[in-house]
């Protein structure tokens, strides 16, 4: 819907959303925290051609909270670049000021104030109303929808429908082009059948078959790109599903397919559109991860454009190398990237690009998508809305190392399975809850909706232990970004340790102590673990105890009724003074 200046100063005056003097050549300059619709919609059209970007929403349909990292550290090399900024560092490579909207929707800084201030972020009712004002700007014909992926999975509603209530999500979106990672936990059967429910062409250049048995052996699984028409020109548009799928995530859901970067095809596909194709603009939409795709663009010639997903950054300004214009459109459903392109002569001849924020306060809710999403949730209503207890502080789960989220689940695997240790996955997809605020089975959900759940209890010698974390930290802190197959470090529960990122392979972790002893490398230890194959390296494994950690915590919670978790972390950082440092900076 378009909102209409009316409707602007009425929707600004009920939020108590200041606003400048119009009609006025000397109108009053705004304050930073002063935001209104129009600022939101603000742009500098430019060209023929406009490509709209979602990506991570992970099954996020309604408006949420969303919390940025206060910890956000790679390999020292990385650290301070773009895919790896938070907080203050992230304020300053950008440009931004603190206490606005852009900070809120950027930052983890006053998060909590400003929470209460600009209120909820995205959801598809918001979203559309925001793509609906671009079309009628652009011209529908001129404009398309791009989604990265992870878009299937995340909350209990794509859990309890499998999907399928998020494809029709993206159908009422109008999403024309997608690529994968967590959509193939669903299994390739159940892929293939959400696909033909999606009104999207599905591409991804970078899955073949490798089952010798089968009929697609060596073959693509998907279309490795589409080609289509806007504005005039020929757009080639290449698919990069999550190169690291099947070491990720259990092989068993993609059996028979091979993933990888395959940088060599990517290339010949460029090429192809370039020379066969004669297309005007060639865009890569891709998951490998925002650090990765900067990669790509070092390798791989000829890519006008790269709308990266993964890693749930927020991407303010463009990065470019090379030529290659690489712009990543954050998580959750917060963010709608407008890329506007100018096309002469089939050639790009400039952009505009904006990372506008899904202020769910202030773009108004499309009718029919408010219906959509209640009808979506009505069968499960009774479920999700169950109030399981309320968290006197701020429950989040983005972070490096530790979340007050993810503290959250451990402590109730270890209550459930009396254990010495847990081991939580390091996903970054999740939900925000504010303190003084319900926990919801829903906010349960938001955490642990994944396919495979269950929470499996074993024993581990503590020198296994000793080495798996070295061998967790070895992905994480690669100083190569093509060998970190992606996530945060995975959390423990009952453990402490201390860590040196840029030490070498196998020599970052220290002072590991489990309830407060020092971890004996000959002593077994029992540990519970969800989300992974952990369990494949233990000993003596409690059947009996198994249980999906939904389950687990949703009951932990309810026994507690109060949580109180005061998000101090337990890994000690030995060669970084804060959690956001700057580039070549061990300190903020």
Sequence with gaps: MDVSRRDFFHIAAALG????????AAS??????????????????RGNVTLLHICDMHA????????????????????????????????KHYGMKGKTL?????????????AHKFGKMGGIAHMKTLINHIKKERGADNVMLLDSGDTWQGTGLALKTTGEAIVKAQNYLGVDVMVGHWEFTYGKTRVKELIEMLNATFISQNIIGDDSFAEDF???????????????????????????????????????????????????????LRKEEKVDCVV??????????????????????????????PSPQPTV?????????????????????????????????????????????????????????APHEKEFSEVLGVTKNILYKRDTFHSPFDELINDAIIDTMDSDISFTPGYRWG??????????????????????????????????????????????????????????????????????????????????????????????????SWGGNLQNAGTNLRESLTRPVYDVTASYIRRQKNVNIDGHSNVDILDYDCGCPRKGSKGC
């Design 17 to 24: 959303i200041g606003l400048p003097t119009l009609g006025s």
């Design 28 to 45: 009053t300059p705004k304050r930073a925290d002063e935001v209104g619709l129009k600022d939101i919609y603000s742009f500098n059209a």
């Design 60 to 91: 996020h349909i309604k408006p949420l909270y969303w919390r940025e990292p206060s910890t956000l550290i790679s390999a020292p090399n990385l650290t301070g670049t773009p895919g790896f900024l938070c907080g203050e560092s992230f304020l």
């Design 102 to 114: 852009d900070a809120y929707f950027d930052t983890h800084m006053n998060f909590d104030a400003l």
């Design 218 to 272: 060596e073959e693509l699984i998907f279309k490795p790109y589409t080609i289509q028409e806007r504005g005039g020109a020929k757009i080639g548009i290449i698919g990069q599903s999550f190169p690291f799928t099947s070491t990720a995530n259990p092989k068993e859901f993609t059996q028979g397919w091979s993933f990888g970067l395959r940088l060599d095809t990517l290339q010949t596909y460029v090429d192809k």
């Design 284 to 313: 890569v939409l891709s998951h490998d991860g925002f650090s990765v795709d900067q990669e790509v663009a070092r390798q791989v010639k000829g890519i006008d454009f790269i709308l990266s997903g993964h890693t749930h950054d």
């Design 321 to 377: 190398i090379n030529g290659t214009v690489i712009v990543i459109a954050g998580s959750h459903g917060k963010y709608i990237g407008r890329l506007d392109i100018d096309i002469k002569n089939h050639k790009v001849k400039g952009y505009e690009y904006k990372l506008i924020p899904v202020a769910a306060n202030l773009i108004p809710a499309d009718p029919e998508g408010v219906e959509l999403v209640n009808s979506l949730y």
């Design 431 to 528: 939900t925000t809850v504010l303190g003084g605020d319900a926990i919801t089975m829903d906010s349960v959900y938001d955490m642990t909706a994944i396919t495979y759940p269950n929470v499996y209890t074993f024993e581990l010698t503590g020198k296994h232990i000793r080495s798996l974390l070295e061998d967790i930290a070895d992905n994480v802190f690669n100083p190569n970004p093509l060998y970190q197959q992606g996530g945060d470090m995975s959390r423990l529960g009952g453990v402490t340790y201390s860590i040196k990122i840029g030490a070498p392979s196998g020599k970052r972790i220290s002072n590991i102590l489990v309830k407060g002893k020092p971890l004996d490398d000959n002593k077994t230890y029992k540990v519970s």
